[in-house]
């Protein structure tokens, strides 16, 4: 790789992002989400004679069996200690509860609430801020069904609580601390970054959103790279290259971006000043990713250079099939265009699950892309199974007979 450039000379502020990044599309303010959706149905019912999702995806209680039995797998074979809720975990739960918000089948609920019961709704024990708000998206969800205010009473304390790595204490609380040679902005953390907005909805305190809005644009600042549309991993990344001369935009980096979003702009309000731009950084991006989709539906480690590592990957297919079907669900990505892509990485996700439940081809703990082992997963990847199948059962709509719980 080419020796990588010192990031902050290079960085360029947010607002130069989007004026210079040519054919970022947009979706004019007022366009309510709903809306957009009905839209986006009534094009496919128009091409078909019947809704498109009919046409592409299998039948809800199919989806149901598949996000029942991975889920299993992963409970009968964890990866990480019985006391953990770090990030692995944390991500594995947030599909628990998508799984649970789609379907609304009890065993999903009660199992995030056994988790947080048993620890007892504290944040993340990881050096990097962001991370440890993984886990209190769960416990935040969790207080918006049940109300119970000591869900979410430890998160709001952390926050509030000066300290290097907490809002209260730094005001890049967010960055990279893994060890003392590092301290930059990186991608991963995006994934936590819901969890500011679900915190804003649950208390109706605006310093949330504050907070949310200057942690995305200072990593999207630093990392996002207008010729692509999507995201370096870290600053080390920025002039690396492979050794075809292609750029290291890593396929899971991209994912807890693309993910992250979308579960930002679900619990966002409509009219706060941000959604517009990070409405358009997620359009873009599903813009950029259909393209480098593989003919087995699913992507692969390097997002600029699939030869780099061609095995296929399925943490950050996980992850783009969930924002796509969540785009489609929620009317800001157009159906037509976007459903044959949820269609083919669907299928490519399940025709990588082992008979017993297991996701193969998921990319071990890494900052960057590497080759991948098919007997390789981790209780991540089974959470972006999780996410990517709770919005494709959403989007697929009841069964014709019924069927789903």
Same mark, same amino acid.
């Given at each position: 790789?080419?020796?990588?450039?010192?990031?902050?000379?290079?960085?360029?502020?947010?607002?130069?992002?989007?004026?210079?990044?040519?054919?970022?599309?947009?979706?004019?303010?007022?366009?309510?989400?709903?809306?957009?959706?009905?839209?986006?149905?009534?094009?496919?019912?128009?091409?078909?004679?019947?809704?498109?999702?009919?046409?592409?995806?299998?039948?809800?209680?199919?989806i149901?069996?598949?996000?029942?039995?991975?889920?299993?797998?992963?409970l009968?074979?964890?990866?990480m200690?019985?006391?953990?809720?770090?990030?692995?975990?944390?991500?594995?739960?947030?599909?628990?509860?998508?799984?649970?918000?789609?379907?609304?089948?009890?065993?999903?609920?009660?199992?995030?609430?056994?988790?947080?019961?048993?620890?007892?709704?504290?944040?993340?024990?990881?050096?990097?801020?962001?991370?440890?708000?993984?886990?209190?998206?769960?416990?935040?969800?969790?207080?918006?069904?049940?109300?119970? =205010?000591?869900?979410?009473?430890?998160?709001?304390?952390?926050?509030?609580?000066?300290?290097?790595?907490s809002?209260?204490?730094?005001?890049?609380?967010?960055?990279?601390?893994?060890?003392?040679?590092?301290?930059?902005?990186?991608?991963?953390s995006?994934?936590g970054?819901?969890?500011?907005?679900?915190?804003?909805?649950?208390?109706?305190?605006?310093?949330?959103l504050?907070?949310?809005?200057?942690?995305l644009d200072?990593?999207?600042?630093q990392?996002?790279?207008?010729?692509?549309?999507?995201?370096?991993?870290?600053?080390?990344?920025?002039?690396?290259?492979?050794?075809?001369? =292609?750029?290291?935009?890593?396929?899971?980096?991209?994912?807890?971006a693309?993910?992250?979003?979308?579960?930002?702009?679900?619990?966002?309000?409509?009219?706060?000043?941000?959604?517009?731009?990070?409405?358009?950084?997620?359009?873009?991006?599903?813009?950029?990713?259909?393209?480098?989709?593989?003919?087995?539906?699913?992507?692969?480690?390097?997002?600029?250079?699939?030869?780099?590592?061609?095995?296929?990957?399925?943490?950050?297919?996980?992850?783009?099939?969930?924002?796509?079907?969540?785009g489609?669900?929620?009317?800001?990505?157009?159906?037509?265009?976007y459903?044959?892509?949820?269609?083919?990485?669907?299928?490519?996700l399940?025709?990588?699950?082992?008979?017993?439940? =297991?996701?193969?081809?998921?990319?071990?703990?890494?900052?960057?892309?590497?080759?991948?082992?098919?007997?390789?997963?981790?209780?991540?990847?089974?959470?972006?199974?999780?996410?990517?199948?709770?919005?494709?059962?959403?989007?697929?709509?009841?069964?014709?007979?019924?069927?789903?719980?």
């Amino acid at each position: 790789m080419n020796a990588p450039k010192a990031w902050a000379a290079i960085a360029l502020p947010f607002s130069v992002l989007f004026a210079a990044a040519p054919g970022w599309p947009h979706l004019p303010a007022h366009v309510h989400f709903a809306s957009a959706a009905r839209v986006g149905i009534a094009a496919g019912e128009a091409a078909s004679g019947r809704p498109l999702s009919e046409d592409v995806l299998p039948q809800r209680q199919k989806i149901l069996a598949d996000l029942r039995s991975v889920n299993a797998w992963q409970l009968a074979h964890p990866v990480m200690k019985p006391d953990d809720r770090n990030w692995e975990r944390g991500t594995w739960y947030t599909g628990v509860m998508a799984a649970w918000k789609a379907t609304h089948d009890p065993t999903f609920l009660e199992q995030a609430l056994r988790w947080g019961q048993k620890q007892a709704w504290q944040v993340g024990t990881e050096p990097n801020g962001a991370n440890r708000l993984f886990c209190v998206e769960t416990w935040t969800e969790l207080y918006l069904i049940k109300n119970d =205010k000591s869900m979410i009473a430890p998160a709001l304390q952390w926050l509030a609580t000066p300290d290097p790595i907490s809002p209260a204490g730094s005001q890049r609380w967010y960055t990279d601390h893994y060890d003392e040679n590092r301290d930059f902005p990186y991608v991963d953390s995006l994934y936590g970054a819901s969890a500011l907005a679900m915190l804003a909805k649950a208390t109706g305190d605006r310093k949330y959103l504050d907070i949310l809005g200057s942690f995305l644009d200072d990593v999207t600042g630093q990392l996002l790279d207008r010729e692509t549309g999507l995201y370096w991993r870290d600053p080390r990344f920025i002039s690396a290259q492979t050794a075809n001369g =292609k750029k290291v935009l890593w396929s899971r980096g991209n994912g807890w971006a693309f993910a992250g979003i979308a579960r930002v702009l679900e619990y966002l309000p409509a009219n706060d000043p941000i959604r517009e731009r990070y409405l358009q950084v997620f359009q873009r991006m599903a813009a950029e990713l259909i393209k480098r989709q593989g003919a087995d539906g699913l992507w692969r480690a390097n997002l600029d250079d699939s030869a780099q590592y061609p095995n296929p990957e399925t943490s950050g297919t996980g992850f783009f099939c969930f924002g796509l079907a969540w785009g489609i669900h929620h009317g800001v990505l157009d159906r037509q265009k976007y459903l044959p892509a949820v269609q083919k990485a669907w299928n490519g996700l399940t025709r990588n699950v082992s008979p017993e439940g =297991k996701v193969l081809w998921g990319q071990q703990v890494d900052g960057e892309p590497h080759v991948v082992a098919r007997d390789s997963t981790h209780e991540y990847v089974t959470g972006a199974f999780l996410l990517a199948g709770s919005e494709v059962y959403s989007v697929r709509g009841p069964d014709p007979r019924g069927g789903s719980i």
